[in-house]
């Protein structure tokens, strides 16, 4: 279930994810990983437009933004290991931002695996 639309960012947005590339370019991490990080952040901000809301611009707006996008992926059943990835991407947008953390949990390992303690995530679908 796919929900990427392509076209431009408003520009504040566009700004936001240029110099998040710019970041990311001078970063170890690998080149497949800065491909994925990128369009991760890229459709949260999407999102973050469809909302009418601004690029997040401090740490408590940032957080609550995070946790709403979380809530949303869940809502529109994206794999476990999906959302998982998308918190990695916005936790390093965040820390190289200057946001601090999402607060967001990721429910799996690194290998797909449930994280030991780890309840199935409970998806209340009666809320729009």
Sequence with gaps: ?????????PAAHEAVIS????ALAGSALADSSKAAY???????????????DGPPADMAAAVRVAQRYGLHLRHA?????TVDGVIAALDDFYA?????ATGLRRRCGPSG???EGENPPVLDLSAP
């Design 113 to 115: 695996t449930r994280l």
């Design 38 to 52: 990128l369009r991760r952040v890229r459709g949260f901000l999407r999102w973050i437009a469809t909302e009418g």
């Design 1 to 9: 279930m796919s929900t990427r639309r392509e076209g431009r960012l």
């Design 96 to 100: 190289r931002s200057g946001l601090g």
């Design 19 to 22: 110099a998040y590339a710019t």
């Design 77 to 81: 059943r994206y794999a476990t290991t």
